[in-house]
Protein backbone atom coordinates (compact mmCIF):
# COMPACT_ATOMS: atom_id res chain seq x y z
CA UNK A 1 0.00 0.00 0.00
CA UNK A 2 2.90 2.13 0.52
CA UNK A 3 4.67 1.82 -2.29
CA UNK A 4 1.38 2.53 -4.50
CA UNK A 5 0.36 6.40 -3.12
CA UNK A 6 4.32 7.23 -3.46
CA UNK A 7 3.56 6.05 -7.03
CA UNK A 8 0.77 8.34 -7.27
CA UNK A 9 2.24 11.33 -5.58
CA UNK A 10 4.27 12.13 -8.59
CA UNK A 11 1.41 12.95 -11.11
CA UNK A 12 -0.64 15.45 -8.59
CA UNK A 13 2.86 17.62 -8.31
CA UNK A 14 2.71 17.81 -12.52
CA UNK A 15 -0.76 18.95 -12.42
CA UNK A 16 -0.08 21.90 -9.90
CA UNK A 17 3.12 22.71 -11.79
CA UNK A 18 1.04 23.00 -15.13
CA UNK A 19 -1.61 24.94 -13.35
CA UNK A 20 0.95 27.12 -11.68
CA UNK A 21 2.41 27.68 -15.49
CA UNK A 22 -0.75 27.95 -17.28
CA UNK A 23 -1.70 31.13 -14.81
CA UNK A 24 1.96 32.46 -15.14
CA UNK A 25 0.99 32.27 -19.08
CA UNK A 26 -2.03 34.09 -18.43
CA UNK A 27 -0.38 36.80 -16.21
CA UNK A 28 1.76 37.63 -18.80
CA UNK A 29 -0.58 37.97 -21.74
CA UNK A 30 -2.63 39.99 -19.74
CA UNK A 31 0.40 42.17 -18.90
CA UNK A 32 1.39 42.40 -22.64
CA UNK A 33 -2.10 43.28 -23.93
CA UNK A 34 -1.93 46.04 -21.20
CA UNK A 35 1.09 47.31 -22.71
CA UNK A 36 0.13 46.98 -26.22
CA UNK A 37 -3.66 49.24 -25.24
CA UNK A 38 -1.35 52.22 -23.55
CA UNK A 39 1.07 52.04 -26.46
CA UNK A 40 -1.11 54.17 -28.99
CA UNK A 41 -2.17 56.57 -26.63
CA UNK A 42 1.02 57.49 -24.80
CA UNK A 43 2.74 57.89 -28.59
CA UNK A 44 -0.52 59.96 -30.07
CA UNK A 45 -0.08 62.42 -26.86
CA UNK A 46 3.59 62.67 -27.57
CA UNK A 47 3.14 63.56 -31.35
CA UNK A 48 0.30 66.19 -30.30
CA UNK A 49 2.61 67.63 -27.76
CA UNK A 50 5.76 68.06 -30.52
CA UNK A 51 3.26 68.87 -33.42
CA UNK A 52 1.00 71.41 -32.70
CA UNK A 53 2.85 74.22 -31.94
CA UNK A 54 4.83 74.11 -35.61
CA UNK A 55 1.23 73.86 -37.12
CA UNK A 56 -0.38 76.48 -35.12
CA UNK A 57 2.71 78.82 -35.62
CA UNK A 58 1.99 77.97 -39.23
CA UNK A 59 -1.21 79.03 -39.30
CA UNK A 60 -1.23 82.74 -39.12
CA UNK A 61 1.68 82.53 -41.12
CA UNK A 62 0.12 81.28 -44.26
CA UNK A 63 -2.30 84.26 -44.42
CA UNK A 64 0.58 86.86 -44.51
CA UNK A 65 3.46 87.24 -47.22
CA UNK A 66 6.85 86.77 -46.85
CA UNK A 67 7.50 90.48 -45.96
CA UNK A 68 4.64 90.90 -43.56
CA UNK A 69 5.82 88.21 -41.77
CA UNK A 70 9.36 89.61 -41.43
CA UNK A 71 7.52 92.85 -39.89
CA UNK A 72 5.42 90.57 -37.31
CA UNK A 73 7.13 90.38 -34.29
CA UNK A 74 6.84 86.18 -33.81
CA UNK A 75 4.50 84.78 -31.20
CA UNK A 76 4.37 81.45 -29.68
CA UNK A 77 0.58 80.07 -30.09
CA UNK A 78 -0.42 77.84 -26.74
CA UNK A 79 -1.83 74.13 -27.51
CA UNK A 80 -5.14 74.97 -26.06
CA UNK A 81 -5.91 77.47 -29.02
CA UNK A 82 -9.23 76.96 -30.70
CA UNK A 83 -9.56 78.42 -34.62
CA UNK A 84 -11.43 81.56 -33.14
CA UNK A 85 -8.56 82.67 -31.07
CA UNK A 86 -5.91 81.80 -34.20
CA UNK A 87 -8.18 83.91 -36.43
CA UNK A 88 -8.10 86.92 -33.82
CA UNK A 89 -4.45 86.47 -33.44
CA UNK A 90 -4.25 87.11 -37.09
CA UNK A 91 -6.60 90.04 -37.39
CA UNK A 92 -4.84 91.96 -34.24
CA UNK A 93 -1.50 90.96 -36.37
CA UNK A 94 -2.88 92.43 -39.40
CA UNK A 95 -3.92 95.78 -37.87
CA UNK A 96 -0.97 96.33 -36.24
CA UNK A 97 1.07 95.98 -39.38
CA UNK A 98 -1.48 98.30 -41.22
CA UNK A 99 -0.42 100.72 -38.29
CA UNK A 100 3.09 100.86 -39.02
CA UNK A 101 2.78 101.29 -42.72
CA UNK A 102 0.54 104.28 -42.25
CA UNK A 103 2.96 105.86 -39.99
CA UNK A 104 5.90 104.90 -42.35
CA UNK A 105 3.68 106.50 -45.52
CA UNK A 106 3.16 109.54 -42.57
CA UNK A 107 6.57 109.91 -42.10
CA UNK A 108 7.77 110.46 -45.80
CA UNK A 109 4.13 112.65 -46.93
CA UNK A 110 5.18 116.15 -47.04
CA UNK A 111 2.88 118.75 -45.78
CA UNK A 112 0.40 120.28 -48.05
CA UNK A 113 -0.13 123.71 -48.23
CA UNK A 114 -2.93 125.71 -47.04
CA UNK A 115 -5.31 126.70 -50.25
CA UNK A 116 -6.53 129.98 -50.38
CA UNK A 117 -10.30 130.55 -50.79
CA UNK A 118 -11.25 133.31 -52.93
CA UNK A 119 -14.78 134.60 -51.89
CA UNK A 120 -16.09 137.51 -50.14
CA UNK A 121 -19.69 138.38 -48.39
CA UNK A 122 -20.74 142.09 -48.09
CA UNK A 123 -23.52 143.44 -45.47
CA UNK A 124 -24.55 147.40 -45.46
CA UNK A 125 -23.87 149.51 -42.88
CA UNK A 126 -26.74 151.78 -41.65
CA UNK A 127 -25.82 155.73 -40.98
CA UNK A 128 -25.16 156.21 -37.51
CA UNK A 129 -28.82 156.28 -35.88
CA UNK A 130 -30.68 155.33 -38.46
CA UNK A 131 -32.05 151.57 -39.01
CA UNK A 132 -31.94 151.71 -42.76
CA UNK A 133 -30.86 153.21 -45.46
CA UNK A 134 -32.25 154.82 -49.03
CA UNK A 135 -30.72 154.20 -52.22
CA UNK A 136 -28.65 157.18 -54.52
CA UNK A 137 -30.61 159.17 -56.77
CA UNK A 138 -29.21 156.83 -59.51
CA UNK A 139 -30.40 153.46 -57.32
CA UNK A 140 -26.67 152.56 -56.37
CA UNK A 141 -26.77 151.39 -52.89
CA UNK A 142 -24.03 151.89 -50.72
CA UNK A 143 -22.29 151.74 -47.68
CA UNK A 144 -20.53 147.55 -48.20
CA UNK A 145 -18.56 146.88 -45.34
CA UNK A 146 -16.85 143.35 -45.91
CA UNK A 147 -17.64 140.36 -43.23
CA UNK A 148 -14.80 138.68 -41.70
CA UNK A 149 -14.46 135.04 -42.89
CA UNK A 150 -11.36 132.90 -43.55
CA UNK A 151 -11.02 133.95 -47.24
CA UNK A 152 -9.04 136.03 -49.89
CA UNK A 153 -11.58 138.62 -51.25
CA UNK A 154 -11.59 138.96 -54.98
CA UNK A 155 -12.67 142.38 -54.64
CA UNK A 156 -12.07 145.61 -53.81
CA UNK A 157 -14.77 148.32 -52.49
CA UNK A 158 -14.39 151.96 -53.25
CA UNK A 159 -16.47 153.77 -51.13
CA UNK A 160 -16.43 156.90 -52.73
CA UNK A 161 -17.80 155.69 -56.18
CA UNK A 162 -20.15 152.77 -54.23
CA UNK A 163 -18.69 150.05 -56.48
CA UNK A 164 -16.45 146.87 -56.20
CA UNK A 165 -13.35 146.32 -58.44
CA UNK A 166 -12.39 143.00 -59.75
CA UNK A 167 -8.81 141.82 -58.31
CA UNK A 168 -8.46 138.38 -59.42
CA UNK A 169 -9.96 136.59 -62.65
CA UNK A 170 -12.36 133.17 -62.25
CA UNK A 171 -15.43 132.23 -62.42
CA UNK A 172 -17.54 133.04 -59.31
CA UNK A 173 -21.05 132.42 -58.30
CA UNK A 174 -22.44 135.54 -57.49
CA UNK A 175 -25.54 136.20 -55.03
CA UNK A 176 -27.39 139.12 -53.47
CA UNK A 177 -30.92 139.75 -51.43
CA UNK A 178 -32.22 143.56 -50.61
CA UNK A 179 -35.15 144.29 -48.49
CA UNK A 180 -37.02 147.26 -48.95
CA UNK A 181 -39.14 149.43 -46.84
CA UNK A 182 -41.12 151.17 -48.92
CA UNK A 183 -44.85 151.36 -49.64
CA UNK A 184 -44.95 153.98 -51.85
CA UNK A 185 -44.09 151.84 -55.62
CA UNK A 186 -45.75 149.15 -57.22
CA UNK A 187 -42.63 147.59 -58.38
CA UNK A 188 -39.27 146.95 -57.32
CA UNK A 189 -35.74 146.08 -58.83
CA UNK A 190 -32.68 144.46 -58.16
CA UNK A 191 -30.14 144.95 -60.57
CA UNK A 192 -26.15 144.03 -60.67
CA UNK A 193 -24.16 145.87 -62.94
CA UNK A 194 -21.04 144.56 -64.48
CA UNK A 195 -18.86 147.27 -66.18
CA UNK A 196 -22.14 149.43 -66.47
CA UNK A 197 -24.16 146.21 -68.17
CA UNK A 198 -26.88 144.12 -66.59
CA UNK A 199 -25.47 140.83 -65.61
CA UNK A 200 -28.33 139.85 -63.19
CA UNK A 201 -31.86 141.34 -62.45
CA UNK A 202 -34.53 140.58 -59.81
CA UNK A 203 -37.83 142.50 -60.46
CA UNK A 204 -41.20 142.32 -58.61
CA UNK A 205 -44.42 143.96 -59.17
CA UNK A 206 -47.43 144.01 -56.58
CA UNK A 207 -50.73 144.79 -57.01
CA UNK A 208 -51.64 148.93 -56.81
CA UNK A 209 -53.58 150.29 -53.50
CA UNK A 210 -55.23 152.89 -52.62
CA UNK A 211 -53.98 156.91 -53.41
CA UNK A 212 -53.90 157.46 -49.75
CA UNK A 213 -50.92 157.58 -47.38
CA UNK A 214 -49.12 154.24 -47.03
CA UNK A 215 -47.30 152.43 -43.95
CA UNK A 216 -43.52 151.06 -45.21
CA UNK A 217 -43.81 147.43 -46.45
CA UNK A 218 -40.80 145.08 -45.82
CA UNK A 219 -40.62 143.69 -49.56
CA UNK A 220 -37.45 141.29 -50.93
CA UNK A 221 -35.57 140.76 -53.76
CA UNK A 222 -32.64 138.25 -54.39
CA UNK A 223 -30.32 137.43 -57.90
CA UNK A 224 -27.68 134.87 -58.19
CA UNK A 225 -25.79 133.27 -61.24
CA UNK A 226 -22.33 132.54 -62.42
CA UNK A 227 -20.40 135.38 -63.73
CA UNK A 228 -17.38 135.67 -65.47
CA UNK A 229 -15.43 137.73 -63.75
CA UNK A 230 -12.07 139.55 -65.28
CA UNK A 231 -9.41 141.89 -63.48
CA UNK A 232 -10.42 145.76 -62.91
CA UNK A 233 -13.37 145.08 -63.97
CA UNK A 234 -16.37 147.26 -61.64
CA UNK A 235 -19.17 145.85 -59.96
CA UNK A 236 -22.33 147.73 -58.80
CA UNK A 237 -25.54 147.01 -57.01
CA UNK A 238 -28.54 148.95 -57.95
CA UNK A 239 -32.27 149.37 -57.41
CA UNK A 240 -35.07 152.07 -57.69
CA UNK A 241 -33.67 155.88 -57.03
CA UNK A 242 -34.07 157.20 -53.65
CA UNK A 243 -35.82 153.68 -52.38
CA UNK A 244 -35.87 152.80 -49.09
CA UNK A 245 -33.93 149.65 -47.63
CA UNK A 246 -33.37 147.63 -44.71
CA UNK A 247 -29.92 147.44 -43.25
CA UNK A 248 -30.06 144.33 -41.16
CA UNK A 249 -27.13 142.28 -42.01
CA UNK A 250 -29.34 138.82 -42.63
CA UNK A 251 -31.80 140.96 -44.54
CA UNK A 252 -29.51 143.00 -47.34
CA UNK A 253 -26.20 141.45 -48.50
CA UNK A 254 -24.03 140.70 -51.73
CA UNK A 255 -21.12 137.70 -51.60
CA UNK A 256 -19.23 135.84 -54.23
CA UNK A 257 -17.04 132.64 -54.17
CA UNK A 258 -14.86 130.86 -56.91
CA UNK A 259 -15.78 128.06 -58.38
CA UNK A 260 -13.33 127.86 -61.33
Not at 11 to 34: D, F, K, M, Q, T
Not at 65 to 73: F, G, N, T, V
Request: hydrophobic letters at 40%; a positive charge; proline letters at 6%.
Amino acid sequence: MGRRRRAREPPARLVLLALALASGSALLLASLSLLLAAWPRSSARAAQQEAPPAAAAAVPQELLSEDDAEELDPVVLSTGWSSQGKFLHHFAQQGALRQRRQAAKGKRSRPRRPSTVSAAHYEVQPTEGRAGIQADADGTIRGWVEAKLNTTSPLRYDSSRGEFRVAKRGLYYLYCQVHFNEGKTIYMKLDIMLDGELALRCLEQFPTTSSGPQDPELRVCQVSGLVLLRPDESIRVRTIANVRLKADRYLTYFGLFQVH
